[in-house]
């Protein structure tokens, strides 16, 4: 089911940024856990960041110190800030919301998050 929208996607240099955004239809994020996930071809869904409504925040290792994940409750708004963004980072990225969400770590589980977008093209050229 389709309840999010990303946006910001689109074909960058090795070396280069992209900044992700993510915008609900019909929720709010303010009570839930949100991340990004992506998907390569050929590859499964990965978790590579999350964030909590306290702003604590999870990342997978291939992206730490890279990538920065962010949410402005106030606008209702998730980010994904990709920094240094490698060939091996071309994928589709999702961004995605759990239900009611109290854990002091986010989770980068898949089968925690129930609310997802259609996702958003990342290439990462040589």
């Known amino acids: 089911q389709e309840q999010l929208a990303e946006s910001g996607g689109g074909s960058v240099q090795a070396g280069g940024s992209l900044k992700l955004s993510c915008a609900p239809w019909t929720i709010t994020f303010d009570t839930r856990c949100t991340g990004w996930f992506r998907q390569a071809p050929g590859e499964e869904r990965v978790g590579i960041a999350a964030?909590?409504?306290?702003?604590?925040?999870t990342y997978a290792t291939s992206v730490k110190g890279r990538f920065t994940i962010s949410r402005d409750d106030a606008k209702n708004l998730l980010y994904l800030e990709m920094n240094s963004l490698k060939p091996e980072d071309s994928a589709m990225y999702y961004c995605?919301?759990?239900?009611?969400?109290?854990?002091?770590?986010?989770?980068?589980?898949?089968?925690?998050?129930?609310?997802w977008g259609l996702g958003t093209r990342v290439t990462v050229s040589s």
């Open positions: 964030i909590n409504t306290n702003g604590a925040t």
């Open positions: 995605a919301a759990t239900g009611l969400c109290s854990d002091a770590q986010p989770p980068l589980r898949e089968e925690r998050f129930g609310f």
